[in-house]
């Protein structure tokens, strides 16, 4: 019965986590699942047009996790801020986040436009498909320059978006959310296929309106937040100024850094892992993308998880209510965990049909119908990892999320994935799930130390 008790909430808690978890599910789900459809409308086009595409938006990952990184950052801040009620801290956060992201934007930007194709090129290998690798180079080149165009309002999305999340607003995000992928999906169909008497423009198509959705979404979150200052009282003032208190931008850029530098090197690390996949024919490459786009629309429940842990865990803590916070985090995770044994199942049952939805080869059918049944096996290993993450992130150990995250990344998932790749004859599905379940040792560790409590710090507990 304690265990029961330990575990597992009332009604009243599962509402309040559902109020702050839902929206975010919605809009993850959304977005993933048009991004699925998009996937399919490319890959209905064909293989070089997908593998392209797929390649470019595993390249775009690195800058999109790089942002998220420094947002983070400083919304471990922003959270515990909002929780004591100091409107001038989330303000200052929220400039902080601004400086950042924009260096961040400039330097990549710079690297993509100057060595895109050499990056590309990295994942490109074959004996015998000289042709589709040529062919699948030249559409990732057009997608990547036109996507260039996009970062720009993604950057200050993420900004607001974060920020209002930490201030407990998710509803907004979630609705600029659902309108941004139905323009998407909508100009996908026109412009990908030349629909209604529109350009048939393919490749370029499905850029284009993923840049225009953009600007759709950084419009809507940015002008409510705006004319909702009443709401938001951090807005106000927030561009009179440029002002951050040192000491408030010395511990940010403390806990912060290593924030940053770890999603930098974990999407690093997952395009490394890619790469090293991908040296088993451009084949594994497609039948990854596919798989990929099909695991991350069931994937966002735990997602959403790991955002809610942040946000109700760190305002916890930030009111000082610590034995709270420890028995809510242990509740969230668990609701986490046994959700995606549910969800897992459901995806093992549909996994050989969501491939028959593309128009490839067999042996990529086959090969993303068994990496989809791999990825949901996993699935409560991922969902106990994720929530382990974003508790020790909430308290502000981000060196030890680091130690956690990316360095067990690149010390043992990509050294046996680069030997097993490289100097083996193993098969890439047996290949595939080796490395998969080596994760394991990280659920082993993310336990002892969420079990000790090393995260239970309040950060804001002076003014700054």
Not at 228 to 242: D, L, N, T, W
Request: hydrophobic share 55%; aromatic share 10%; glycine share 10%.
């Amino acid at each position: 019965m304690n265990l029961r008790k330990k575990l597992f909430g009332d009604r009243a808690f599962y509402k309040m986590v559902l109020t702050v978890a839902v929206p975010i599910m919605i809009q993850n789900g959304i977005t993933n699942f048009v991004g699925l459809l998009d996937n399919i409308m490319v890959g209905r086009v064909g293989t070089e047009q997908m593998s392209g595409i797929a390649i470019v938006n595993q390249l775009l990952l690195v800058f999109n996790l790089s942002i998220f990184g420094a947002i983070s950052g400083a919304g471990i801040f922003c959270a515990q801020f909002f929780g004591c009620g100091d409107q001038k801290g989330v303000r200052h956060t929220f400039r902080f986040k601004l400086y950042i992201c924009l260096l961040l934007l400039l330097s990549g930007v710079l690297i993509l436009a100057v060595f895109g194709k050499n990056l590309i090129l990295m994942y490109l290998h074959g004996e015998g498909q000289e042709s589709s690798l040529t062919a699948a180079l030249q559409y990732g080149q057009e997608y990547l320059w036109i996507m260039l165009v996009g970062l720009l309002p993604f950057v200050m999305e993420q900004i607001y978006t974060g920020t209002l999340r930490e201030c407990g607003e998710t509803m907004v995000p979630m609705k600029a959310g659902v309108i941004a992928v139905l323009v998407n999906l909508v100009l996908n169909w026109l412009l990908i296929f030349g629909s209604l008497g529109f350009p048939k423009l393919g490749v370029a198509g499905a850029a284009i309106a993923t840049v225009i959705s953009r600007y759709v979404q950084a419009a809507i979150v940015m002008i409510w937040t705006h004319r909702h200052s009443e709401r938001m009282p951090f807005i106000a003032g927030v561009y009179k100024s440029i002002g951050i208190p040192g000491g408030l931008v010395g511990n940010i850029l403390r806990k912060g850094t290593p924030l940053m530098i770890n999603e930098v090197l974990w999407s690093a690390g997952m395009a490394m892992l890619m790469q090293c996949y991908s040296v088993r024919g451009l084949s594994v490459v497609a039948a990854l993308n596919i798989s990929t786009t099909i695991s991350n629309v069931f994937n966002v429940v735990f997602i959403a998880m790991g955002s809610a842990i942040s946000i109700i865990v760190g305002q916890l803590l930030g009111a000082g209510k610590m034995d709270e916070a420890r028995e809510t985090d242990t509740r969230l995770i668990a609701f986490s965990v046994f959700s995606c044994f549910g969800i897992g199942t459901i995806l093992i049952i549909c996994a050989p049909l969501f491939p028959m939805m593309y128009n490839t080869t067999l042996e990529v059918k086959t090969l993303a119908a068994d990496f989809i049944r791999i990825a949901a096996l996993c699935m409560p290993l991922a969902a106990f990892m994720h929530a382990s993450y974003f508790t020790l992130r909430s308290g502000g150990k981000t060196v030890v999320t680091f130690l956690f995250d990316s360095v067990f990344l690149w010390c043992v998932s990509i050294p046996l994935a680069y030997v097993l790749s490289r100097f083996t004859g193993m098969p890439i599905v047996p290949l595939y799930l080796c490395c998969q379940l080596v994760d394991i040792i990280k659920c082993i560790i993310g336990f002892i130390l969420v079990k000790k409590g090393v995260w239970i710090n309040n950060l804001v507990d002076t003014k700054s």
